[in-house]
């Protein structure tokens, strides 16, 4: 339940102690409300100073039951796999919580925690780890009717709030404690900003005008709450939901007030169950329906099988797929949610970049920070954020929750988990260690034991891994005289040259072999030097050694007395030997060094390496993934070949300066296979050749930048160069597809192509139908936004020599397939480019299929062009033709299914240097173009309309005409010169 309240002023880094009241002054709901949260927060604290403590290290969070009226995980009997929980208190990170009733309750049938479970066989028993979730939540008159006095004619007025706690469960492969998979509250930032709500004229309505809609601010508490959050391996399902009445307007369904169904509001049906299970659930078998609150945009109670108690108002809600970007459904005061770019200030505008949703809602601009890939934040159903808004201090364009930099944390729930238990796979308990005993059973003040005090044992001979001081006491008692007593040892073949030997008159002065361990550590420490150690000199395997440089000869010593004085005095490096080392690596220091068989003592070595050492003599380390492609060239040997590579290399601002081929070739295959997501790559002026297929896929950035079309040439001559990313940019670039029937393909949600060219030439005798030069594609869920400027491409078929009669046939050229829009959903802007080719409309058709010469003769179908394509602007480009595919369906001039185009296609101020053009969108806007007439007809259109003006053709034969096919009597033509337009209604 919600409470509707003003605001909520608590906050506890401002360390107040108290609320006092002011005489003549009014006493406002939040000052009682803060006054609340302050006695239960320093409740709270000095409970978790004397009960809870802090995090452990493993992320355990102390806490624990009491040995009296605590709640307790047993078995009855004992040892059996028949578990239940003995109902009683419980304190977790300083809240006090209490389990109510006094019989023994099942884990799977706690009346304060009904989860709905699917079947009786849902609740395995087995393999399962138990812990605690304490949390706080509201409850209202609407619940608990009591809240209301019949002496005050059922007035509602304050609302309590209830310490929830429930014994949950989930599989031994989950940490509860861990709060990565378990956290206690969500972490993601929200910013709350009050936008100035206008109304834009119609784009197409030159007349229509913008009219500002003014709106008053109004004082009211914002409410944005998590509704639900699900995961999977691949996507994240996030459900918000948000209001302006603090989501506090709720009814039950059965006393329904008059209007409340009304209105452009979306209604929460719930129950009493569904209000206790907010937070994480990682029990299986849930019946998913009964879990949540049902939300819909109707006020129409939902079927059975779905909570139908009460019912309360929001505002608005959405549930989206954060990684796929994919708007489930979703309102905001009447009006549905809809995909749009960020710029878009309409209401009811979603936008999903970069981990951070961006929503219009009618007076307020969400936005929320849901993170991406390694940055993805954490949610919890029933995370709440609240905004006051008050109209004397607000206005609009004012942040109201966050600031300028970033968003404001969740105000709450807040969880508080504690280990319980473990369930074996043979349901019975897991014996846990002495701690996790210690602090389930704790007792009061005036009665501690021995036995409840931790213990850490320094000491495990004495103490034998004694877990508290009971233990230890115990442990302590077992100690015999015979522990403390000391027989002198039998030294062996070692005797007459052991200590031993050498402090015996002191040790044993009346020779029985037996003293106390105090008489043998006085002697040792007072009596025991380098003439009482004995010392053998060994006979060295190797050669040269220490002892032999030092003229030491194998022999027993009477002490070591004289080996230290030799050390002390006459070691030196020229005395320590060294082997030289056989190293697997080529080449190394001990290589780049030039080390050799005289270097045989420490004092060659380190003269050289001390004295001659730098970086040319450091080899580098290509085995390192993280290297970058620059270094792996074969030309970096050493650390100065690094060096002197990483000196001509200029930044620019690239993510990588590419200089070779070899470079170029390794980066793009690094980048295609490995895990990163961004490239940028800076290519110097020069000739880079590709022999190789490249694939790129599964990436959000990739941009390529030359110094120059004229000056940066790429030469590929593989088949396929693809690339699958979020952005694609290529600038000031040069495409030489060597390959007659290679082809580039670019998918991708926005691409940007400018000051590039792009060449391919290939015999007719190849193949007779490769694919177009350049593919562009949209992504499998969205729309691709080109942006095409300023490029060149050239793409044409030859003819070889040949004999045709006996004489001699010169080669010929003629155009080829240069560019090719894949579908109906690639859409944006070809400005200033000329193509010497031709441009192609795939309409998600492979390959090229139209109807027959003289465009359709008949339409057997209704309606031509189908919704849902975007928009496409063909401004100044030069462009040899322009075809459109139509499907197999759709030969020999029949048109029997209808053709999946752009929903408006603009040509204007474009040059057409060829007839038999065919062009098809659901809106043909075609303006100020010229046109080169000849014997054919300059084309035909599909459209639902279409608009013909300014346009211009150069034909002598005045045979130039336009042939449409329109699904509607509206059709333009005007103010063309020589241009004839022949509509063909439907």
């Not at 624990?64 to 208190?89: E, T």
């Not at 003592?601 to 993934?625: H, I, Q, R, T, Y």
């Not at 030859?798 to 894949?822: H, N, Q, W």
């Amino acid at each position: 339940m919600k409470t509707q309240i003003s605001r909520d002023s608590f906050l506890p880094e401002q360390g107040y102690s108290g609320v006092y009241l002011q005489q003549g002054r009014m006493i406002l709901d939040a000052d009682w409300n803060e006054l609340t949260d302050i006695q239960k927060a320093q409740l709270a604290n000095a409970l978790r100073d004397a009960i809870s403590g802090t995090t452990g290290a493993a992320g355990d969070i102390a806490g624990g039951s009491p040995r009296a009226g605590g709640l307790k995980i047993a078995a009855n009997p004992a040892g059996s796999a028949n578990i239940f929980i003995q109902p009683g208190a419980l304190y977790v990170e300083g809240v006090a919580a209490r389990l109510p009733g006094t019989d023994p309750l099942a884990v799977n049938a706690q009346p304060e925690y009904p989860i709905p479970l699917q079947s009786s066989s849902s609740y395995t028993g087995m393999s399962l780890y138990l812990y605690a979730d304490v949390w706080e939540r509201n409850v209202t008159a609407l619940e608990q009717s009591n809240l209301m006095d019949a002496a005050m004619h059922g007035a509602d007025t304050a609302t309590r709030s209830q310490t929830m706690l429930q014994a949950k469960w989930c599989a031994t492969s989950i940490k509860p404690m861990d709060p990565a998979q378990n956290p206690a509250m969500g972490n993601a930032p929200l910013k709350l900003k009050l936008r100035l709500i206008d109304s834009s004229g119609d784009a197409c309505d030159p007349c229509a005008s913008q009219v500002q809609v003014e709106e008053r601010i109004g004082n009211y508490l914002f409410r944005v709450e998590v509704h639900d959050y699900q995961v999977t391996a691949s996507e994240r399902t996030l459900t918000l939901k948000w209001s302006r009445d603090n989501g506090s307007e709720a009814c039950a369904v059965a006393q329904m007030p008059d209007g409340f169904d009304e209105g452009d509001w979306v209604w929460e049906y719930f129950d009493d169950d569904t209000e206790k299970l907010l937070g994480n659930h990682f029990a299986s078998g849930v019946d998913t329906n009964k879990l949540r609150g049902r939300i819909q945009g109707n006020c129409t109670t939902p079927g059975a099988g779905y909570p139908s108690t009460y019912v309360r108002q929001w505002d608005g809600y959405i549930k989206i797929k954060l990684d796929s970007y994919v708007i489930v459904e979703g309102k905001d005061r009447g009006v549905d949610l809809y995909k749009g770019t960020v710029d878009d200030e309409a209401h009811g505008r979603v936008d999903l970049a970069g981990g951070v949703l961006k929503i219009n809602l009618k007076l307020m601009e969400l936005e929320l920070t849901a993170g991406s890939g390694g940055t993805k934040r954490a949610f919890v159903p029933g995370d709440y954020w609240l905004a006051p808004v008050r109209e004397a201090e607000d206005e609009s364009g004012d942040i109201v929750l966050g600031d300028e930099t970033a968003g404001a944390a969740p105000r709450g729930i807040w969880h508080h988990y504690l280990f319980l238990g473990e369930l074996a796979a043979d349901g019975k308990l897991v014996a846990q260690d002495d701690a996790y005993a210690r602090r389930m059973n704790f007792p009061p003040l005036t009665d501690i034991h021995a036995a409840d005090i931790a213990f850490i044992d320094h000491c495990a001979g004495l103490y034998a891994g004694a877990n508290n001081v009971q233990q230890a006491l115990d442990n302590l008692c077992a100690i015999g005289a015979e522990d403390i007593a000391y027989l002198l040892p039998n030294c062996g073949a070692n005797e007459g040259k052991s200590i031993k030997d050498r402090l015996k008159s002191s040790l044993d002065p009346d020779g029985n072999g037996k003293l106390t361990v105090q008489v043998a550590l006085d002697k040792l420490l007072c009596e025991l030097n380098a003439t009482s150690l004995p010392y053998t000199v060994p006979a060295c395997s190797a050669t040269p050694s220490i002892g032999s440089l030092l003229g030491l000869a194998a022999s027993t010593s009477s002490n070591v007395a004289p080996m230290l004085d030799k050390l002390l005095c006459e070691l030196n490096a020229a005395k320590l030997p060294y082997i030289l080392p056989s190293c697997a690596d080529n080449p190394n220091v001990f290589t780049l060094l030039g080390l050799g068989s005289a270097d045989n003592n420490v004092a060659a070595v380190l003269g050289k390496l001390l004295c001659g050492f730098n970086a040319g003599d450091m080899p580098l380390d290509k085995s390192d993934a993280e290297l970058c492609s620059d270094l792996q060239v074969s030309e970096a040997v050493t650390v100065q070949d690094a060096l002197k590579i990483l000196c001509n290399k200029s930044g620019g601002g690239c993510a990588v300066t590419v200089s070779s081929s070899e470079q170029l070739e390794l980066l793009l295959g690094e980048f295609a296979a490995g895990d990163a997501t961004d490239l940028w790559l800076c290519l110097k002026a020069g000739t880079y050749p590709i022999t190789k297929d490249i694939a790129i896929a599964g990436k959000r950035s990739l941009r390529i930048s030359g110094q120059g079309r004229e000056s940066t040439s790429i030469v590929f001559g593989g088949t396929t160069l693809s690339v699958d990313a979020d952005e694609i940019i290529i600038e000031n670039v040069s495409f030489d597809i060597s390959n007659g029937n290679g082809q580039m393909t670019l998918t991708a949600a926005s691409s940007q192509v400018s000051n590039c060219r792009f060449t391919r030439q290939r015999s007719i005798s190849v193949v007779e139908t490769p694919p177009a030069m350049i593919g562009i594609g949209s992504p499998s869920k969205g729309a691709a936004r080109i942006q095409w400027r300023n490029n060149i491409l050239y793409a044409m078929l030859y003819s070889r020599f040949g004999m045709i009669r006996g004489e001699v046939t010169r080669p010929t050229s003629s155009p080829d397939y240069a560019l090719r829009l894949e579908n109906s959903l690639v859409g944006g802007i070809l400005e200033g480019n000329q193509i010497d080719g031709y441009l192609l409309f795939g309409n998600g058709i492979e390959g090229f299929a139209t109807p027959a010469a003289g465009g359709i003769k008949q339409v057997r179908i209704a309606g031509l062009v189908a919704t849902g394509g975007e928009d496409l602007h063909l401004l100044s480009n030069r462009i040899t033709a322009i075809k459109a595919n139509l499907g197999t369906a759709n030969a020999d001039g029949y048109l029997d299914e209808q053709v999946q185009a752009n929903t408006r296609l603009v040509l204007s101020n474009n040059r057409i240097e060829r007839t038999e053009n065919a062009i098809s969108a659901k809106n043909i806007v075609v303006s100020g173009n010229y046109w080169a007439g000849g014997t054919s007809d300059l084309g035909y259109c599909i459209a639902d309309r279409a608009s013909f003006t300014g346009n211009i053709v150069e034909d002598d034969a005045n045979k130039s005409k336009f042939t449409c096919t329109l699904a509607e009597t509206q059709l333009i033509a005007s103010g063309n010169i020589l241009l004839q337009v022949f509509p063909m209604l439907v």
